[in-house]
Nanobody, 122 residues
Framework: VQLQASGGGVVRPGGSLRLSCEAS????????VAWFRQAPGKEREFVAG????????GYGDSVKDRSTISRDNNNNMVYLEMNNLKPEDTGVYYC????????????????WGQGTQVTVSS
């Protein structure tokens, strides 16, 4: 499966963004999808993930209660809505797909999109 992330940009602290991940290829519903982010000089961090359907969702500690991940299997899309953005949310956001995962380990994810930059700054 190929992935294309979009929706990043510059936003003020306290603002909101919705990131989109469009998948191409067959059997999108057979993949779990997650968002990871990487800030300069830092390791890649799990942000949010969704199972084969919206029934299973997971969030990283730094964004839970401020983010919602969802998927639309009919249109091969996954969305990440983030609210009350903080400067520490700045980074490149990647969507990734895996046939299965244990605790959203990035090593489980074989397919990665190109990333979209999110900058939170006043």
């Amino acid at each position: 499966v190929q992935l294309q992330a979009s929706g990043g940009g510059v936003v003020r602290p306290g603002g909101s963004l919705r990131l989109s991940c469009e998948a191409s290829g067959r059997a999108f519903s057979n993949y779990v999808v997650a968002w990871f982010r990487q800030a300069p000089g830092k390791e890649r961090e799990f942000v949010a993930g969704v199972g084969y359907t919206d029934f299973v969702r997971g969030y990283g500690d730094s964004v839970k209660d401020r983010s919602t991940i969802s998927r639309d299997n009919n249109n091969n899309m996954v969305y990440l809505e983030m609210n009350n953005l903080k400067p520490e949310d700045t980074g490149v956001y990647y969507c990734a797909a895996a046939s299965q995962t244990t605790d959203w380990d990035p090593k489980d994810f074989a397919s990665w999109g190109q990333g979209t930059q999110v900058t939170v700054s006043s």
